[in-house]
C-alpha cells in the first residue's frame, strides 16, 4: 500500500491543521490505518488510528483535541488536530498496522507539523 500525507505547516498553539492521507491499495489489512509521529531522536509513535470497523485509537496525549475520520469513496485519511501544543510537533506519518501492539506495516514520507509562536 502507498501512503501519501499532505497538510502540515507551522501553526501558533491553540490553533488547528488537518493532515490527509491518500491511501492506493488495500489499508486495513487485519490491522488500522492512521498517524503516527516521531520527534528527533525518538521513535515513531502512534497517535491516532483507525480500525476497519471504525473502531477508533487516540493517544492520551491528544485525546479530546485530535479527531481521526474517513472517506472511503476517496479512500483517505484525515487527522484534525485541535488546540495544537508546542509538544504536538513533530513529523507526522500515515501508517497501518497495529496501535495497541505497538507495531507498524506501512507509512508515508511525512509531513512536518511545528508548533511555535
Known amino acids: 500500500v502507498q501512503l501519501v500525507e499532505s497538510g502540515g505547516g507551522l501553526v501558533q498553539p491553540g490553533e488547528s491543521l488537518r493532515l490527509s492521507c491518500a491511501a492506493f491499495?488495500?489499508?486495513?489489512?487485519?490491522?488500522?490505518v492512521g498517524w503516527a509521529r516521531q520527534v528527533p531522536g525518538k521513535g515513531l509513535e502512534w497517535v491516532s488510528a483507525?480500525?476497519?470497523?471504525?473502531?477508533?485509537y487516540y493517544a492520551d496525549s491528544v485525546k479530546g483535541r485530535f479527531t481521526i475520520s474517513r472517506d472511503n469513496a476517496k479512500n483517505t485519511i484525515y487527522l484534525q488536530m485541535n488546540s495544537l501544543k508546542p509538544e504536538d510537533a513533530a513529523v507526522y506519518y500515515c501508517?497501518?498496522?497495529?496501535?495497541?501492539?505497538?507495531?507498524?506495516?506501512?507509512w508515508g514520507q511525512g509531513t512536518q507539523v511545528t508548533v511555535s509562536s
Open positions: 483507525i480500525y476497519r470497523d471504525s473502531s477508533t
Open positions: 501508517a497501518t498496522g497495529d496501535p495497541y501492539r505497538k507495531d507498524f506495516g506501512s
Open positions: 491499495g488495500s489499508i486495513f489489512g487485519s490491522g488500522a
